[in-house]
């Protein structure tokens, strides 16, 4: 019998077990580190370079041409040429293609032919119009150019266009999207994982046998939320590592950054749990846990940008997404990852989580149920 | 001759145990003392206020009137105390999902604040080869087993079994009555609860019928049937000199089987 009983070789044995019960639960491993990642992978293929556009390439089309050669150089552009005339028509009125091109065979001291069909089916014809009116400008400049050289009568110019590109940091959607499945790797390990565990603790009468032991309440929470917060850090850990090494995202300050990253996630995670703890209040039987706890993740996965920016939904629909941790979280996680802000650049971000932290906890005393 | 028999010393007291859910009075003023050393039973109908009465006393709920003493320790005042020197038994409680019965035990020595070998506790109930089974996959009579080693790990002066042989082929309950006898021997007082009148009948020093949150009598299990035979109490039917449960012992063989 030891008289000197501490509560913290119990907190840690409770941390243990769980921890062990965690890495061996396959619901856990999939939902914090498999559903990201799947959506890493999967967002950061479409995401890369953004938009093109798909080009049918007419047949008889002279593609050994100057102008060919430059469109096939342009990185929008995407040109099929193993495509039938009719395949292509079809298409093209599908909205498979965006539009088809023709272009005449140079003829000296006549003009270039140029034969585009665009779609009503698709949208980003404009596109490919815009490129062809910007080579097109380039055209005309050289042939007023070479007028200019063999005339001494001034044509004034109607447009002078100057392009030039700054350096930058190249925009990648990994970069968006991964601080966004970072936040959702942790709303779900926190709402789902300790609502599960809390509910069929009490249910399969665990907790009440722990309670013939000495061990304190606290230690029993402690221990649980120890675990759950080394698993899911580890988590975001391998998270950002995957998503940095084989995926390009930016870690603007490096180590500093994947630390600010581990603390803001662990702040996001307490809130989660927070959440996690009312469903095991309130839920009857295992049953009822999924349900609910959809109540709390579904709307904060779609509208707490975790796939693209809420500045793209309408303006009621901002004021929804602002209220929501889980949009605090990822905007705290993208400054911090790719603008490089420190911890203390994002209070804002910060003092809402907060808020959300004081409101879940003290609902949360009022419904968990111990027994 | 049991340790118990020679010195009567109470380790428990219960003094006009009261217990009410809401209006409902599931113990009604009980009192009776658990000597050191012994096996005691508690026996009733189902809803008699047995694992109310135990619980209240296992510190896992709260008395609404009454006093109750555990090892020198008041019940209101020393919880904690109390807890450390008692292993407790639920009937119906489940274990830490997903962790094997060496990592189990481990936990339980985390939460008693010791360190305990877990082949040493698994040892003592034969369960050495199942140290990394689950729980879940155990047979019934190991499941049992189990749950006694959980009550060991603090050396307890007092262990308390819910029903621990409820549901079990009658090998796999003498084997759990050899188990009890022998921690018993060791030093540790038994307050356990059945159904199985033939079981407290062989394994308890002493019992109390308890009806209706009331006890109705407490005596040595002889006592009590010398009594009812000195009424003039008969049994119908003419008393054999065996049973249909020696019968099934002597064709399936004593010894226990797993699964």
Request: glycine letters at 20%.
């Given at each position: 019998m030891n008289q000197n009983y501490s509560n913290t070789k119990a907190t840690l044995a409770i941390a243990k077990a769980s921890f062990r019960a965690i890495l061996r639960s396959p619901s856990a491993v999939v939902f914090t580190l498999a559903f990201p990642l799947i959506f890493i992978v999967v967002f950061a293929n479409i995401g890369g370079g953004g938009v093109s556009v798909d080009v049918g390439v007419a047949k008889g089309c002279d593609t050994a041409g100057r102008f060919y050669q430059q469109l096939k150089s342009r990185k929008l552009v995407n040109l099929i040429t193993d495509q039938s005339t009719e395949e292509m028509n079809k298409n093209l009125a599908k909205g498979q293609l965006d539009a088809i091109l023709d272009l005449k065979p140079l003829v000296p001291m006549q003009p270039l032919q140029v034969n585009v069909q665009y779609s009503k089916a698709s949208g980003k014809g404009e596109i490919l119009k815009s490129i062809l009116n910007n080579m097109f400008y380039y055209v005309q400049s050289a042939e007023l150019a070479k007028i200019q050289s063999y005339s001494p009568l001034k044509i004034p110019e109607a447009v002078h266009l100057t392009e030039t590109t700054v350096t930058g940091r190249a925009y990648k959607y990994i970069d968006f999207i991964l601080p966004g499945q970072l936040g959702f790797s942790i709303l779900s390990s926190g709402v789902f994982g300790t609502a599960f565990v809390f509910l069929s603790l009490r249910l399969t009468l665990v907790i009440k046998r722990f309670f013939a032991t000495p061990v304190k309440r606290y230690s029993i929470v402690l221990g649980e939320a120890l675990a759950r917060m080394i698993f899911s850090l580890l988590g975001a850990l391998f998270i950002i590592l995957v998503g940095h090494y084989l995926f390009g995202f930016t870690l603007i300050h490096g180590v500093t950054t994947v630390l600010n990253m581990l603390v803001l996630s662990a702040f996001g995670l307490i809130i989660f749990m927070g959440f996690g703890f009312i469903i095991s209040g309130i839920a009857?039987?295992?049953?009822?846990v999924p349900p609910l706890s959809n109540i709390i993740t579904m709307p904060q996965f779609l509208l707490s940008g975790t796939f693209f920016s809420v500045t793209a939904f309408p303006k009621w629909l901002q004021y929804v997404s602002n209220a929501l941790p889980l949009t605090h979280l990822n905007n705290a996680m993208r400054l911090v990852a790719f603008e490089g802000a420190g911890l203390g650049d994002v209070t804002h971000q910060l003092f809402i989580l907060l808020i959300w932290l004081v409101i879940v906890y003290a609902v949360a005393v009022k419904t968990f149920k111990w027994e | 001759m049991h340790f118990y028999a020679m010195a009567k010393q109470p380790i428990i007291t219960v003094k006009n145990l009261v217990k009410n859910y809401g209006d409902f009075a599931a113990v009604k003023g009980i009192s009776f003392e658990v000597y050191e050393g012994e096996i005691f039973g508690l026996l009733g109908p189902n809803g008699a206020g047995k694992t109310t009465t135990l619980e209240v006393i296992e510190t896992l709920r709260e008395k609404t009137s009454g006093e109750i003493t555990v090892d020198g320790f008041n019940i209101e005042t020393d919880k904690n105390s109390i807890k450390q020197r008692i292993g407790v038994q639920l009937q119906a409680a489940g274990y830490y999902p997903n962790l094997n019965l060496a990592e189990l035990i481990e936990l339980f020595s985390g939460l008693y604040g010791i360190d305990k070998s877990p082949m040493e506790m698994l040892e003592k109930v034969a369960l050495t080869d199942k140290a990394k089974a689950k729980y879940k996959d155990l047979s019934g009579g190991q499941k049992q087993r189990f749950s006694i080693a959980t009550t060991l790990i603090n050396n307890p002066r007092i262990i308390f079994l819910d029903e621990p042989t409820t549901g079990l082929d009658p090998q796999a309950r003498r084997n759990l009555w050899d188990l009890i006898r022998e921690i018993r021997d060791q030093g540790t007082t038994v307050v356990i609860t059945t159904h199985y009148m033939d079981e407290a009948e062989v394994l308890c020093d002493r019992v109390a019928f308890v009806d209706g949150g009331h006890i109705i009598g407490i005596d040595t299990p002889d006592h009590f049937i010398d009594q009812l035979v000195a009424s003039g109490f008969e049994r119908k039917k003419e008393v054999k000199l065996a049973n249909l449960e020696d019968v099934f012992i002597n064709l399936t063989g004593k010894e226990w089987r797993e699964g």
């Open positions: 009857k039987n295992e049953g009822t | -």
